[in-house]
């Protein structure tokens, strides 16, 4: 039976980033775009930080999954027309974030907010009575806020623009 | 000069500005005052590298330029092209902090810039680095305005540090007069002489509302050269430990 692209997009979704182990490449909306070719599948995909250390690591991970599954040649390349921001994951990330324990971006409408400073939901008791620690975290998505409702010190991924 | 050579010579600069701040920052890796700063120093050396990296890729495949990372630590000397202010040692954390309000206060406006570029390839990259660096001036700005109101030591250490920041900090805005003119004209970016105003703008309100005096810019001799190549004593031994590890097996693939 040929390969389909959604056949391509349901195997992507067991290529999980690294740095945060419950989302796939496409619950972050790091691919723009698939290719069913003569020879083989292209898959287009774009890093979330710029300086990201992973994105070799995951570029390997589509290769080697997509060639597992579908038992085709797969070429993956960075798409340098398009570039990440954070309203491109799905509303399913968010939840899946928020069970991780990290509290998932705002959605942004507009330009140039503080949006993160203040009132950042706490992924542990959901109180919006937090405040922002420090714009970075553990790795280059994540800022570091406290809960002053349950006392948490919790991770945020920060919204991007 | 072609436009190619003007647009070499301006992302080389970025570039080696963003090198270097980077390196400088990573220095702060393991010796930060608290684990916050530790983290934010370090996570910002990343970005900027990163962000270095990114834009010798560009002078690699639009411009004919060399491998990125042979670029980035086998260049002698004179051959870099980042202001001096990026070049001084660390010194104590006000020095720190206040070189990394200032200068990413110009990139953000840089960036801001060209996102509207004639050159094609910059304006997605413009557009990342932009929403990154929001953050890099979002945390500068939460210390400068904290530091200025935990009391007369502390606030009189900030005001003395951006009036020793000061004129390095405008030889950010070195102007390049030949190269300048093509850029320009060719819709590249707006000029030094534009960005250099609208930053001034900027750190003067931000100043302000921490209760910090901007210095004038007629009161001081700004600090140029980096961007010709003249460099301070503090560039050779930087490189020499960056590129360290690199120059020991430069074919080694990691």
Redesign the interface.
């Known amino acids: 039976m040929p390969i389909t692209e959604s056949d391509i997009y349901k195997a992507l979704e067991q290529v999980m980033d690294p740095e945060i182990p419950v989302l796939s490449v496409i619950d972050l909306g790091m691919i723009t775009g698939v290719r069913l070719e003569e020879e083989g599948i292209h898959v287009k995909m774009i890093p979330t930080?710029?300086?990201?250390?992973a994105v070799d690591y995951i570029k390997q991970n589509i290769r080697s999954t997509l060639e597992k599954e579908l038992d085709a040649k797969v070429v993956v390349e960075i798409d340098?027309?398009?570039?990440?921001?954070s309203n491109r994951m799905s509303a399913d990330a968010h939840e899946k974030l928020k069970q991780f324990g990290i509290a998932p971006p705002q959605v942004q409408q507009g330009e140039?907010r503080?949006e993160?400073?203040l009132h950042t939901a706490c992924p542990h008791c959901s109180s919006e009575n937090t405040y922002l620690?420090?714009?970075?975290?553990?790795t280059?998505c994540r800022?570091?806020h406290y809960c002053r409702n349950c006392g948490y010190v919790f991770e945020h991924f920060?919204p991007?623009? | 000069m072609t436009k190619n050579d003007a647009l070499a010579r301006m992302l080389t600069a970025m570039a080696d500005d963003a090198l270097i701040q980077g390196h400088r920052n990573s220095e702060w890796t393991g010796l930060g005052p608290i684990m916050?700063?530790d983290?934010?120093f370090?996570?910002?050396a990343?970005?900027?590298?990163?962000?270095a990296?990114?834009l010798y890729r560009i002078l690699q495949e639009e411009l004919g330029g060399e491998e990125p990372d042979s670029f980035a630590f086998l260049r002698n000397e004179k051959d870099y092209r980042c202001c001096h202010f990026v070049e001084y040692p660390n010194g104590e954390y006000d020095f720190s902090l206040m070189r990394h309000f200032l200068f990413d206060h110009a990139e953000a406006i840089r960036y801001q810039q060209l996102r509207e570029s004639a050159f094609a390839?910059l304006r997605?990259?413009a557009?990342?680095?932009k929403?990154?660096i929001?953050?890099h001036t979002?945390?500068a700005n939460a210390w400068i305005a904290q530091l200025c109101r935990a009391g007369e030591e502390s606030y009189a250490r900030m005001q003395s540090a951006l009036n020793t920041c000061f004129p390095l900090a405008l030889g950010i805005f070195e102007p390049d007069p030949e190269a300048g003119a093509i850029l320009e004209a060719e819709g590249i970016y707006p000029g030094e002489a534009k960005l250099k105003e609208m930053w001034l703008d900027r750190v003067y309100n931000l100043c302000a509302a921490a209760g910090l005096n901007l210095p004038a810019e007629s009161s001081v001799t700004p600090e140029y050269g980096g961007r010709k190549g003249y460099h301070t004593e503090y560039l050779q031994p930087l490189l020499e430990e960056m590129g360290a590890v690199f120059r020991s097996d430069p074919q080694a693939t990691w």
């Open positions: 930080f710029s300086a990201c250390p340098k027309e398009a570039t990440w921001n140039e503080a993160i400073e620690r420090s714009p970075f975290g553990s280059l800022a570091i920060k991007l623009g | 916050e700063e983290i934010a370090s996570s910002m990343q970005d900027k590298i990163g962000h990296w990114a390839p997605p990259l557009e990342k680095l929403g990154e929001k953050y979002l945390h």
